[in-house]
């Protein structure tokens, strides 16, 4: 059997998208999925993602790690599938649609795919990162010299370590440039390395800077390996609430593989 895929990236975040409005394709065979992402033997990707027909909205994304197993919520991958659905006329330049951790609004306008993220209520201030959820688990921390930094091996460490064993948490590193600019460097778990760009990560590290009063500004500019990233948001007495990131997503190839 041809699997049809295409790729797409966004800021270097880059995925295997597939068309499975039929159902085509077995979400269950890991190893397969595995294979598809492998830089080397298969296609190459950070994760692969399914759109798949939505009752009541305009189509769900289904995720799935580098290692071939289903993940939490994606900020890049959402924001490439949103390009992904315009490309196949599932929608025009606006989307609602279903991913594993709720609803998500999705705006296409000049070259650029706002995405917005669901509220955080809970950020946690520890003496030398924050924690929080934007979708998925992200350790943040301030670093002086993203350059000369091993994230591989840092990342690693603190992504298996206590409180976050088993269960583990992505990995970021801060340096700020300005009040409202910072670089980010992520580690990210089920990818198992650093990735060029995280969307769900620069989330975290925008309200964690906020939170921590880096910043007083609510639209912030994150530097990533693969490009720049914006995120902005209100900051109310129920948490940060109207996350939008945003920035580019772009289809690189069609292709078909066994």
Same mark, same amino acid.
């Given at each position: 059997?041809r699997?049809?895929?295409?790729k797409? $990236?966004?800021t270097?975040n880059?995925?295997?998208m597939?068309?499975?409005?039929? $159902?085509?394709? %077995?979400k269950t065979n890991?190893?397969?999925i595995?294979f598809?992402?492998d830089r080397?033997f298969?296609?190459?990707?950070?994760?692969?993602?399914?759109l798949? +027909?939505h009752?009541l909205?305009d189509f769900k994304?289904v995720?799935?790690? !580098?290692?071939?197993?289903?993940?939490?919520?994606c900020?890049n991958g959402?924001?490439c599938?949103? #390009?992904? !659905?315009?490309?196949?006329?599932?929608i #025009?330049?606006?989307?609602?649609? =279903? #991913?594993?951790d709720?609803l998500?609004? #999705?705006?296409i !306008? +000049?070259?650029?795919?706002?995405? $917005?993220?669901?509220?955080?209520k809970?950020?946690e201030?520890?003496?030398?990162?924050?924690?929080?959820d934007?979708?998925?688990?992200?350790?943040v921390?301030?670093?002086q010299?993203l350059?000369?930094l091993d994230?591989?091996?840092?990342?690693?460490?603190?992504?298996?370590?206590?409180p976050? +064993? %088993?269960?583990?948490?992505?990995v970021?590193f801060v340096?700020?440039?300005a009040?409202?600019?910072?670089s980010?460097r992520t580690?990210?778990?089920?990818?198992?390395?650093?990735?060029?760009s995280?969307?769900?990560?620069?989330?975290?590290?925008?309200?964690?800077?906020?939170?921590i009063? =880096?910043?007083?500004? +609510?639209?912030?500019?994150?530097?990533? =390996?693969?490009?720049i990233?914006n995120?902005?948001f209100?900051?109310?007495a129920?948490?940060?609430?109207n996350?939008?990131?945003?920035g580019?997503?772009? $289809?690189?190839?069609?292709?078909?593989i066994?």
């Amino acid at each position: 059997m041809r699997l049809t895929f295409y790729k797409y $990236q966004g800021t270097g975040n880059d995925f295997v998208m597939i068309d499975n409005r039929l $159902q085509v394709f %077995d979400k269950t065979n890991t190893k397969h999925i595995a294979f598809l992402c492998d830089r080397r033997f298969g296609i190459g990707a950070d994760g692969l993602i399914l759109l798949e +027909n939505h009752d009541l909205h305009d189509f769900k994304m289904v995720y799935f790690n !580098a290692d071939g197993n289903e993940s939490s919520m994606c900020g890049n991958g959402g924001r490439c599938i949103t #390009a992904f !659905a315009q490309f196949l006329g599932v929608i #025009a330049n606006e989307a609602t649609f =279903e #991913a594993i951790d709720g609803l998500h609004k #999705a705006t296409i !306008a +000049n070259g650029l795919v706002s995405l $917005q993220m669901q509220d955080v209520k809970r950020v946690e201030k520890h003496p030398a990162h924050v924690f929080l959820d934007t979708g998925s688990p992200h350790h943040v921390q301030m670093e002086q010299d993203l350059k000369i930094l091993d994230i591989k091996t840092v990342g690693r460490a603190i992504r298996y370590g206590a409180p976050y +064993n %088993d269960a583990g948490s992505n990995v970021n590193f801060v340096c700020k440039n300005a009040d409202d600019n910072f670089s980010v460097r992520t580690y990210e778990r089920g990818v198992e390395d650093e990735t060029y760009s995280c969307g769900t990560g620069v989330t975290a590290v925008a309200v964690a800077m906020h939170y921590i009063g =880096e910043t007083e500004k +609510n639209n912030i500019t994150l530097q990533t =390996e693969g490009g720049i990233l914006n995120v902005t948001f209100d900051n109310t007495a129920k948490g940060y609430q109207n996350i939008w990131l945003i920035g580019p997503a772009t $289809q690189v190839f069609k292709g078909e593989i066994s």
